[in-house]
Nanobody
């Protein structure tokens, strides 16, 4: 079994900050890429930021300069520091991890349960 557990969502005023965390646990042999996606009401899920096992990052244009993704490989944890939040950042944020389970020969994608981020005045 593999679990991705997110934390850190909540409500904040425009211009505020939040830090999301996602810890992967279970029968994990290795983790490749990790990332954060979000889905706003009535919209498709979109990539917010991703990070490889080597630390290379990529961001959606809408969050560049405001969000920072990082990871702690020893803890199998990925973080998303969100600064200068805007109302349009309001969404459910999902953690994603491409990993290799113990006993498997295939890399699979796993998802967290989602955490709500609400930005409003």
């Amino acid at each position: 079994q593999v679990q991705l557990v997110e934390s850190g969502g909540g409500s904040v005023q425009p211009g505020g900050s939040l830090r999301l965390s996602c810890a992967a646990s279970g029968s994990i042999l290795s983790i490749n890429a990790m990332g954060w996606y979000r889905q706003a009401p009535g919209k498709q899920r979109e990539l917010v930021a991703g990070i490889t096992s080597g630390g290379s990052t990529n961001y959606a244009d809408s969050v560049k300069g405001r969000f920072t993704i990082s990871r702690d490989n020893a803890k199998n944890t990925v973080y998303l520091q969100m600064n200068s939040l805007k109302p349009e950042d309001t969404a459910v944020y999902y953690c994603n991890s491409r990993l290799l389970k113990l006993g498997s020969i295939r890399w699979d994608d796993y998802w967290g349960q989602g955490t709500q981020v609400a930005v409003s005045s």
